[in-house]
């Protein structure tokens, strides 16, 4: 029974999940030293997914902003914690009985290893980076090897930090142990403790980046690392220690043993694997902003917190969850399926509550369900037990980005994640020894099934809406070629990107006439519907473009008559890689580097292509007299200040045009003066293919007058500056673009807002 005060009093009760049952004898606590170790891993678990996003940005700026370089991070990240879980809860079942110090000064020690991470880490990025570059170079590596080697630099550099917060949970659980005695659900109370940090960690560090950026919030996790180690120091001296001899448990019998690792290696799985296919799921509706992943990730730990409090709740009365629970977390997931559906009306923010909130909440149910009935306390089962979990979380994100959406889609990828689910709940009455079966209960079962998979091929993609379309599935990106409006539109996961449009071509035109000397190399990063790429092929020189999404370049035809000649010319280069990425391991110089990153310009990630940083690697690759161009669509004055510091940074001649449809600005930037050609002198540079190319979408007809248009929206970038004199500089530790929240104005959301529109 539970007593007024919320202290469990001492009986002795019988758990019966259909998985094997155990018996445990409670003991008296005080309420108030639990809620000291609850709030001792909220702060942790907040650290936790800090170090995550901050390291995960960080990598990308050195390793690319790829699928892979994404996954490998993830990978290892959740890989060291499983592997600290495991270790931590072998050494405390090796060495509980010869330990003479205070538990709680171990934990200090690792939490003040964690802290040191925020210091060590950004060094050992950037020491890996250089490596990479060294080693690539040196032995020409492919760009499945620069992958390789990034993996194997980046679980060097990962894997020992993360590992210090997977042995986290084990030692508390000793620590409750040796402070309290034997509690059974001690990992679902360090659980739940740590989901709500984690909640906070989803939102705070976005503010905290902004206003800081990535090093100086590190700073921040360090010192509540360094607080957390401090304060169990002095805990130690203070809290009451136990014996532990009282304190053993035992195993729970073999079958359910089996079962139950499994069943937390299947919650790992699934869980993050519907992350990824939420992701583009919902893009058509949250847009690819950095806030955008944010939601997905809140409302997931929000509802996983919810679940996790239930179950204790539930526990506390000894409900027997077993029978229904795994058919409900099947159903759950296919719900996403109806509220992702463009046919059903409803408000667009609802469609991920409605669609996440469910199925991550019945796993927030069942995943400490689990590890309690496997561990009952015991810190080396736990250990185990979190690791098959983390295992999971392992494997899900690359078995739905390189495996299930590449080659299904979303909606089957959704179906395929929940079936396991479906499996389960039908198995366990069959197979359960102290299970019944009812009658009621397997016809809810298979009815819940036959909706689940009723769900999948009833409701609607975006992508079915459209009745023209080509539609490619990668690892990357779903994309889409398709007219609306009687215009072809290039989508990708849902987002309209670009458009048939003169401003394209004026990026390499413009470009390319304004250079002393006839170009022979240029290099356009973004490939978009291949306008820019086929402009500069115009003037019959080498051309190299670089595309981040595989499925991209293949769209080319749909836009083009003549893409399959450009296509075959051998002048014609295509890369698929991150831009950034590929100069990076590049050996060559180019007369012009054309840049067009993808909207919006406030895109997660798009900051690579606009930072100090990154200029300076593009100058690295430009010959002495060449130039770049970077196109900014639109942005508030403090965007625009700091892309032009940025660029005035590292190039000391820069000149901005106003796009030549009266929005957006061409920026050039060169280390030699640019020359100041009237439209004459720039038109007398076409060759006669680029002349003709140059009008094809007007708005002039004849390249003297295109040209003149430009030339009468030149701007001075140092006005440009002026806007916002105060604004930082653009770099790759102040992502000034992608962080905004604490500054947005009403023009700047709706300017996101009609970049981010979803056709439909």
Same mark, same amino acid.
């Given at each position: 029974?539970?007593?007024?005060?919320?202290?469990?009093?001492?009986?002795?009760?019988?758990?019966?999940?259909?998985?094997?049952?155990?018996?445990?004898?409670?003991?008296?606590?005080?309420?108030?030293?639990?809620?000291?170790?609850?709030?001792?891993?909220?702060?942790?678990?907040?650290?936790?997914?800090?170090?995550?996003?901050?390291?995960?940005?960080?990598?990308?700026?050195?390793?690319?902003?790829?699928?892979?370089?994404?996954?490998?991070?993830?990978?290892?990240?959740?890989?060291?914690?499983?592997?600290?879980?495991?270790?931590?809860?072998?050494?405390?079942?090796?060495?509980?009985?010869?330990?003479?110090?205070?538990?709680?000064?171990?934990?200090?020690?690792?939490?003040?290893?964690?802290?040191?991470?925020?210091?060590?880490?950004?060094?050992?990025?950037?020491?890996?980076?250089?490596?990479?570059?060294?080693?690539?170079?040196?032995?020409?590596?492919?760009?499945?090897?620069?992958?390789?080697?990034?993996?194997?630099?980046?679980?060097?550099?990962?894997?020992?930090?993360?590992?210090?917060?997977?042995?986290?949970?084990?030692?508390?659980?000793?620590?409750?142990?040796?402070?309290?005695?034997?509690?059974?659900?001690?990992?679902?109370?360090?659980?739940?403790?740590?989901?709500?940090?984690?909640?906070?960690?989803?939102?705070?560090?976005?503010?905290?980046?902004?206003?800081?950026?990535?090093?100086? !919030? *590190?700073?921040?996790?360090?010192?509540?690392? @360094?607080? &957390?180690?401090? #304060? /169990?120091?002095? +805990?130690? $001296?203070?809290?009451?220690?136990?014996?532990?001899?009282?304190?053993?448990?035992?195993?729970?019998?073999?079958?359910?043993?089996?079962?139950?690792?499994?069943?937390?290696?299947?919650?790992?799985?699934?869980?993050?694997?519907?992350?990824?296919?939420?992701?583009?799921?919902?893009?058509?509706?949250?847009? !690819? *902003?950095?806030?955008?992943?944010?939601?997905? @990730?809140? &409302?997931?730990? #929000? /509802?996983?917190? +919810?679940? $996790?409090?239930?179950?204790?709740?539930?526990?506390?009365?000894?409900?027997?969850?077993?029978?229904?629970?795994?058919?409900?977390?099947?159903?759950?997931?296919?719900?996403?399926?109806?509220?992702?559906?463009?046919?059903?009306?409803?408000?667009?923010?609802?469609?991920?509550?409605?669609?996440?909130?469910?199925?991550?909440?019945?796993?927030?149910?069942?995943?400490?369900? &689990?590890?309690?009935?496997?561990?009952?306390?015991?810190?080396?089962?736990?250990?185990?037990?979190?690791?098959?979990?983390?295992?999971?979380?392992?494997?899900?994100?690359?078995?739905?980005?390189?495996?299930?959406?590449?080659?299904?889609?979303?909606?089957?990828?959704?179906?395929?994640?929940?079936?396991?689910?479906?499996?389960?709940?039908?198995?366990?009455?069959?197979?359960?020894?102290?299970?019944?079966?009812?009658?009621?209960?397997?016809?809810?079962?298979?009815?819940?099934?036959?909706?689940?998979?009723?769900?999948?091929?009833?409701?609607?993609?975006?992508?079915?809406?459209?009745?023209?379309?080509?539609?490619?599935?990668?690892?990357?990106?779903?994309?889409?070629?398709?007219?609306?409006?009687?215009?072809?539109?290039?989508?990708?996961?849902?987002?309209?990107?670009?458009?048939?449009?003169?401003?394209?071509?004026?990026?390499?035109?413009?470009?390319?006439?304004?250079?002393?000397?006839?170009?022979?190399?240029?290099?356009?990063?973004?490939?978009?519907?291949?306008?820019?790429?086929?402009?500069?092929?115009?003037?019959?020189?080498?051309?190299?473009?670089?595309?981040?999404?595989?499925?991209?370049?293949?769209?080319?035809?749909?836009?083009?008559?003549?893409?399959?000649?450009?296509?075959?010319?051998?002048?014609?280069?295509?890369?698929?890689?991150?831009?950034?990425?590929?100069?990076?391991?590049?050996?060559?110089?180019?007369?012009?580097?054309?840049?067009?990153?993808?909207?919006?310009?406030?895109?997660?990630?798009?900051?690579?292509?606009?930072?100090?940083?990154?200029?300076?690697?593009?100058?690295?690759?430009?010959?002495?007299?060449?130039?770049?161009?970077?196109?900014?669509?639109?942005?508030?004055?403090?965007?625009?200040?700091?892309?032009?510091?940025?660029?005035?940074?590292?190039?000391?001649?820069?000149?901005?045009?106003?796009?030549?449809?009266?929005?957006?600005?061409?920026?050039?930037?060169?280390?030699?003066?640019?020359?100041?050609?009237?439209?004459?002198?720039?038109?007398?540079?076409?060759?006669?293919?680029?002349?003709?190319?140059?009008?094809?979408?007007?708005?002039?007809?004849?390249?003297?007058?295109?040209?003149?248009?430009?030339?009468?929206?030149?701007?001075?970038?140092?006005?440009?500056?002026?806007?916002?004199?105060?604004?930082?500089?653009?770099?790759?530790?102040?992502?000034?673009?992608?962080?905004?929240?604490?500054?947005?104005?009403?023009?700047?959301?709706?300017?996101?807002?009609?970049?981010?529109?979803?056709?439909?």
């Amino acid at each position: 029974m539970v007593s007024d005060r919320g202290a469990v009093i001492g009986q002795v009760y019988v758990v019966d999940s259909g998985l094997g049952t155990t018996a445990q004898k409670q003991i008296i606590w005080p309420p108030a030293i639990m809620g000291w170790f609850f709030a001792l891993f909220v702060v942790s678990g907040f650290c936790s997914i800090l170090y995550e996003l901050v390291w995960l940005r960080l990598a990308m700026a050195s390793y690319g902003v790829t699928t892979a370089t994404v996954a490998i991070v993830l990978s290892v990240f959740m890989a060291g914690l499983g592997v600290g879980s495991w270790a931590a809860g072998w050494m405390v079942r090796r060495f509980e009985s010869r330990l003479r110090i205070p538990v709680l000064w171990l934990y200090a020690a690792l939490e003040a290893g964690i802290g040191i991470s925020a210091l060590v880490v950004p060094l050992e990025l950037a020491i890996g980076h250089h490596l990479l570059r060294r080693v690539g170079a040196a032995l020409a590596l492919s760009s499945n090897g620069h992958y390789l080697l990034s993996g194997i630099l980046l679980a060097v550099t990962i894997v020992p930090w993360c590992s210090l917060m997977g042995a986290t949970f084990p030692l508390a659980m000793f620590a409750i142990e040796r402070t309290l005695g034997p509690y059974r659900r001690s990992f679902s109370f360090l659980y739940l403790a740590n989901v709500v940090g984690g909640t906070l960690g989803a939102v705070l560090p976005l503010l905290l980046i902004e206003a800081n950026g990535f090093k100086r !919030t *590190l700073m921040v996790g360090l010192g509540l690392n @360094l607080w &957390l180690a401090a #304060v /169990a120091i002095l +805990a130690a $001296s203070r809290l009451p220690r136990q014996s532990s001899g009282d304190a053993k448990f035992e195993p729970p019998p073999k079958q359910g043993s089996r079962w139950i690792l499994l069943l937390l290696i299947l919650t790992g799985v699934t869980s993050m694997a519907m992350e990824v296919v939420w992701t583009r799921l919902f893009t058509p509706y949250l847009g !690819t *902003l950095v806030y955008s992943f944010a939601t997905i @990730l809140l &409302l997931y730990l #929000v /509802a996983t917190c +919810a679940g $996790s409090q239930v179950y204790r709740l539930t526990a506390r009365r000894r409900r027997n969850e077993g029978v229904t629970i795994w058919t409900l977390v099947g159903f759950s997931g296919v719900i996403s399926l109806l509220t992702a559906d463009p046919t059903l009306r409803m408000p667009f923010f609802l469609r991920p509550f409605l669609g996440i909130v469910p199925f991550a909440g019945t796993l927030g149910f069942i995943t400490p369900m &689990l590890v309690d009935r496997w561990a009952n306390g015991e810190p080396y089962l736990a250990g185990r037990a979190y690791a098959a979990n983390i295992f999971g979380c392992v494997a899900g994100p690359l078995l739905a980005g390189f495996v299930l959406l590449p080659y299904t889609g979303e909606r089957l990828s959704i179906l395929l994640l929940s079936m396991p689910w479906f499996a389960v709940g039908i198995a366990i009455p069959i197979f359960g020894r102290s299970v019944p079966r009812s009658r009621i209960h397997t016809s809810l079962q298979y009815a819940a099934l036959a909706a689940a998979i009723g769900f999948a091929f009833l409701s609607h993609s975006y992508e079915q809406v459209l009745p023209q379309r080509y539609v490619r599935r990668d690892a990357t990106a779903t994309v889409i070629a398709t007219t609306i409006g009687g215009r072809k539109e290039l989508l990708i996961n849902g987002i309209g990107t670009t458009r048939l449009s003169a401003i394209t071509k004026m990026m390499s035109h413009l470009t390319l006439a304004e250079l002393r000397y006839p170009a022979k190399q240029v290099l356009v990063i973004g490939f978009g519907m291949g306008t820019a790429y086929r402009a500069a092929l115009s003037w019959g020189i080498d051309t190299t473009v670089v595309e981040l999404v595989p499925s991209v370049p293949q769209m080319f035809a749909y836009y083009y008559a003549d893409a399959e000649r450009l296509l075959a010319s051998p002048l014609s280069h295509i890369v698929i890689d991150d831009g950034r990425r590929y100069l990076g391991r590049a050996n060559g110089r180019y007369d012009a580097i054309i840049l067009d990153p993808p909207p919006p310009v406030e895109a997660a990630g798009s900051s690579l292509l606009y930072s100090s940083e990154f200029y300076r690697l593009a100058k690295a690759h430009l010959q002495s007299q060449g130039i770049l161009q970077q196109w900014l669509p639109y942005g508030d004055p403090i965007l625009q200040s700091a892309i032009a510091k940025a660029l005035k940074a590292e190039f000391p001649h820069v000149q901005v045009f106003l796009g030549i449809d009266g929005r957006g600005y061409h920026l050039l930037a060169s280390m030699q003066p640019l020359p100041r050609r009237s439209a004459e002198e720039l038109a007398a540079t076409l060759p006669p293919a680029a002349a003709a190319d140059i009008v094809e979408f007007g708005p002039k007809t004849t390249p003297t007058e295109q040209f003149r248009s430009m030339l009468l929206t030149q701007l001075d970038v140092d006005a440009m500056i002026a806007l916002a004199p105060a604004a930082p500089v653009l770099r790759d530790d102040r992502p000034v673009n992608e962080f905004f929240l604490l500054r947005a104005t009403g023009e700047q959301i709706k300017n996101i807002q009609e970049s981010q529109a979803a056709w439909f």
